[in-house]
């Protein structure tokens, strides 16, 4: 045990005790009257032993209880007093709910065989059937207080486990709240940031290249763009404000973002498809203009039929994260886009020509591919991105993005991600 002092409640047992110990012997009160008025004075020696032994049954019970024997066979040969008897039934019980598990499951077993071979031993010594009531009192003194202390062991130790397990449960519940929090965090910004920083992006660049040119059919094609976007953005915006209020009247999601909302927001009714990637890629085409960039889309899935909405929304946000960062970063040339069912997964490319982009640059974050590698992970899909050298024969270098999202309900396998921030030739499709 771990105190070192007795319990307040053992001296007050070892005062009562002694006390009540003393009244009965000024009284005459012995269990044995003949060989109490032999020995007087001398079973008040046990009974002290006896009241010093309960100052132990909770720090020591074991050596509280074999002390208790010996001052119980001392007792019995002194004329023996009730209290210390019943003392000695208190240490048996003390054993048995605050001692060792082995030691207190063995008392049981223990005081049946001690009360049975004191029976028998006396049965045989003396031939009386009194020997019958020493065993029966005998088995009241030990049996029966070691049954009830492991009972009521055994009630404490279940309400310790049912607190633990409520303590574990609170925690679980607390830290599934916090991966919901973080969960939802990471979901709204992967949102905000392909909706705005796409926008933003290409207004930046626009604006730049008005205030660089002098030219003013060049300045109106740019403000025609930033007002295009910027319009669009702003509506982009106002739709995901009206997604987050919604959702906030709702429940607050699991940890797999599985909140009102589906795993990836999917269950806007206004989300974007797959079938916006033709308007899609021909706004980027508008951004990309001036830029030398040419866009060109492969939607091979088309005649594949539905796919599921969480699919079609992290495809899309692939892309658009894939055409946005095309337009700040790649060199002129043409961004090619494709799309294509392949061994029940929907499988999204997204090449850009490197090099050195003569179109105003942005300052990249890198969270974007942060963000499709997310959504890839979320839908037990794939992503990789990464330049890779030009090919003899063929053209220059690409930068590559390319996802496979499953369709059929399979994991094919976690997240890879390969990319780097900036390409060797300074047009690295890292994004902003």
Same mark, same amino acid.
């Given at each position: 045990? *771990?105190?070192?002092?007795?319990?307040?409640?053992?001296?007050?047992?070892?005062?009562?005790?002694?006390?009540? @110990?003393?009244?009965?012997?000024?009284?005459?009160?012995?269990?044995?009257?003949?060989? @109490?008025?032999?020995?007087?004075?001398?079973?008040?020696?046990? +009974?002290?032993?006896?009241?010093?032994?309960?100052?132990?049954?909770?720090?020591?019970?074991?050596?509280?209880?074999?002390?208790?024997?010996?001052?119980?066979?001392?007792?019995?040969?002194?004329?023996?007093?009730?209290?210390? !008897?019943?003392?000695?039934?208190?240490? #048996?019980?003390?054993?048995?709910?605050?001692?060792?598990?082995?030691?207190?499951?063995?008392?049981?077993?223990?005081? #049946?065989?001690?009360?049975?071979?004191?029976?028998?031993?006396?049965?045989?010594?003396?031939?009386?059937?009194?020997?019958?009531?020493?065993?029966?009192?005998?088995?009241?003194?030990?049996?029966?207080?070691?049954?009830?202390?492991?009972?009521?062991?055994?009630?404490?130790?279940?309400?310790?486990?049912?607190?633990?397990?409520?303590?574990?449960?609170?925690?679980?519940?607390?830290?599934?709240?916090?991966?919901?929090?973080?969960?939802?965090?990471?979901?709204?910004?992967?949102?905000?940031?392909?909706? #705005?920083?796409?926008?933003?992006?290409?207004?930046? %660049?626009?604006?730049?290249?008005?205030?660089?040119?002098?030219?003013?059919?060049?300045?109106?094609?740019?403000?025609?763009?930033?007002?295009?976007?910027?319009?669009?953005?702003?509506?982009?915006?106002?739709?995901? %404000?009206? %997604?987050?209020?919604?959702?906030?009247?709702?429940?607050?999601?699991?940890?797999?973002?599985?909140?009102?909302?589906?795993?990836?927001?999917?269950?806007?009714?206004?989300?974007?498809?797959?079938?916006?990637?033709?308007?899609?890629?021909?706004?980027?085409?508008?951004?990309?203009?001036?830029?030398?960039?040419?866009?060109?889309? #492969?939607?091979?899935?088309?005649?594949?039929?539905?796919?599921?909405?969480?699919?079609?929304?992290?495809?899309?946000? /692939?892309?658009?994260?894939?055409?946005?960062?095309?337009?700040?970063?790649?060199?002129?040339?043409?961004?090619?886009?494709? +799309?294509? %069912?392949?061994?029940?997964?929907?499988?999204?490319?997204?090449?850009?020509?490197?090099?050195?982009?003569?179109?105003?640059? /942005?300052? *990249?974050?890198?969270?974007?591919?942060?963000?499709?590698?997310?959504?890839?992970?979320?839908?037990?899909?794939?992503?990789?991105?990464?330049?890779?050298?030009?090919?003899?024969?063929?053209?220059?270098?690409?930068?590559? !993005?390319?996802? *496979?999202?499953?369709?059929?309900?399979?994991?094919?396998?976690?997240?890879?991600?390969?990319?780097?921030?900036? *390409?060797?030739?300074?047009?690295?499709?890292?994004?902003?």
């Amino acid at each position: 045990m *771990s105190r070192r002092r007795p319990h307040r409640d053992d001296l007050v047992i070892c005062v009562a005790g002694l006390a009540a @110990g003393v009244l009965s012997w000024r009284l005459g009160l012995y269990n044995d009257p003949t060989a @109490g008025a032999r020995w007087g004075a001398l079973v008040l020696v046990p +009974l002290a032993v006896m009241a010093g032994a309960e100052l132990l049954r909770r720090i020591a019970p074991l050596t509280g209880l074999g002390v208790g024997v010996l001052a119980l066979v001392a007792d019995v040969l002194t004329g023996s007093l009730l209290v210390t !008897v019943v003392m000695f039934s208190d240490l #048996v019980y003390a054993a048995a709910c605050y001692g060792p598990r082995r030691a207190a499951r063995a008392l049981v077993p223990a005081s #049946v065989a001690c009360s049975v071979g004191v029976t028998v031993g006396v049965l045989v010594l003396v031939r009386r059937p009194e020997a019958l009531v020493l065993g029966a009192v005998l088995a009241l003194v030990t049996l029966a207080p070691a049954s009830s202390g492991l009972l009521v062991r055994g009630h404490r130790e279940a309400a310790d486990a049912e607190r633990l397990r409520a303590e574990q449960t609170a925690l679980l519940a607390e830290m599934d709240r916090t991966q919901a929090v973080v969960a939802e965090r990471s979901r709204m910004a992967r949102e905000l940031h392909d909706v #705005v920083a796409g926008h933003l992006s290409a207004i930046a %660049i626009h604006a730049t290249a008005a205030l660089a040119r002098d030219e003013a059919e060049a300045r109106q094609r740019a403000l025609g763009v930033i007002r295009e976007n910027s319009t669009q953005g702003l509506a982009e915006m106002r739709r995901l %404000i009206g %997604i987050l209020r919604e959702a906030g009247d709702a429940a607050a999601p699991g940890p797999g973002e599985s909140g009102p909302t589906g795993p990836t927001g999917s269950s806007d009714p206004v989300a974007p498809t797959l079938d916006g990637l033709d308007a899609l890629v021909a706004r980027s085409g508008r951004g990309g203009a001036a830029a030398g960039l040419r866009f060109e889309l #492969v939607n091979g899935a088309a005649g594949a039929g539905p796919l599921p909405a969480p699919v079609e929304l992290a495809a899309y946000r /692939v892309v658009q994260e894939a055409l946005a960062n095309a337009v700040r970063h790649a060199a002129p040339g043409t961004v090619r886009v494709e +799309l294509r %069912i392949e061994g029940g997964a929907l499988l999204v490319a997204v090449a850009s020509p490197l090099g050195e982009s003569r179109s105003p640059r /942005v300052a *990249s974050a890198g969270a974007g591919l942060v963000g499709m590698a997310e959504r890839a992970e979320l839908l037990g899909g794939t992503f990789t991105a990464g330049p890779e050298p030009a090919r003899a024969g063929g053209p220059g270098a690409w930068w590559w !993005v390319r996802v *496979s999202l499953p369709v059929d309900g399979r994991r094919p396998g976690g997240t890879e991600r390969t990319a780097e921030s900036e *390409s060797p030739g300074g047009a690295g499709e890292a994004d902003g």
